[in-house]
C-alpha cells in the first residue's frame, strides 16, 4: 500500500473535511432524501433524484478521505532542516528569463492550493526542484512550457 506524504496542517484539514461529511453532509442529504419521499411518485421526483446523486458523490468522497487517511504519512516540517529540496519545504525560486521569484512550499497533493503557494509534490515544479540545492539552477518543463530557475532559499517551517 502506497504511502500518501502529508504535513501535519494537511492531515488535520483532512480529518476536518472527513468529520463534516460524516456528521454533517451525510445526515444532511439522508434528510433531503426523505422529504422528497414524502412528495410521492419518485420516478419523476427531480429532489430524490438529486438527493441520491449528491448522496453518492458524498459516500464516495468519505471513501476516497477514509483511503487517504489510513494510507497518510504524516511529516513534521518543523523538524526537517538543510538546504536541499525535499517535501514540505518552502522554496524561494528566481525565474532566470524575467529575475521574477516565487515561492512555493512542497505539500501532499490533497493539501495543493496555487492561491495559498502550496504545491503538489507531484506537479512539474516540485518534481523538478525535489533533490536539489541552494544555488542550483533547473529546466522545468510545465504546461505552460520550459522554464528555468534559480533554487534561491530553502526553508523548513
Not at 468522497?61 to 504519512?73: G, N, S, W
Not at 528566481?94 to 512542497?106: C, F, N, S
Not at 490533497?110 to 502550496?118: F, I, N, Q, T
Amino acid at each position: 500500500m502506497e504511502k500518501v506524504p502529508m504535513t501535519i496542517d494537511g492531515y488535520q484539514q483532512l480529518e476536518t473535511d472527513l468529520k463534516k461529511l460524516k456528521n454533517e453532509e451525510r445526515p444532511a442529504v439522508i434528510q433531503a432524501i426523505a422529504e422528497a419521499r414524502a412528495h410521492g411518485d419518485l420516478s419523476e421526483n427531480a429532489e430524490y433524484h438529486a438527493a441520491k446523486d449528491r448522496q453518492g458523490w458524498i459516500e464516495g468522497q468519505i471513501l476516497e478521505l477514509e483511503d487517504k487517511f489510513t494510507r497518510a504519512e504524516v511529516i513534521d516540517v518543523s523538524k526537517l532542516n538543510g538546504d536541499t529540496v525535499k517535501f514540505g519545504a518552502t522554496v524561494t525560486l528566481i525565474d532566470e528569463d524575467t529575475d521574477e521569484k516565487k515561492v512555493w512550499q512542497i505539500v501532499g497533493e490533497h493539501e495543493a492550493d496555487v492561491k495559498l503557494r502550496k504545491i503538489s509534490v507531484t506537479s512539474p515544479i516540485a518534481r523538478g526542484i525535489i533533490g536539489k540545492s541552494v544555488g542550483d539552477s533547473v529546466e522545468v518543463t510545465a504546461p505552460g512550457g520550459a522554464r528555468s530557475f534559480e533554487i534561491a532559499k530553502v526553508l523548513f517551517k
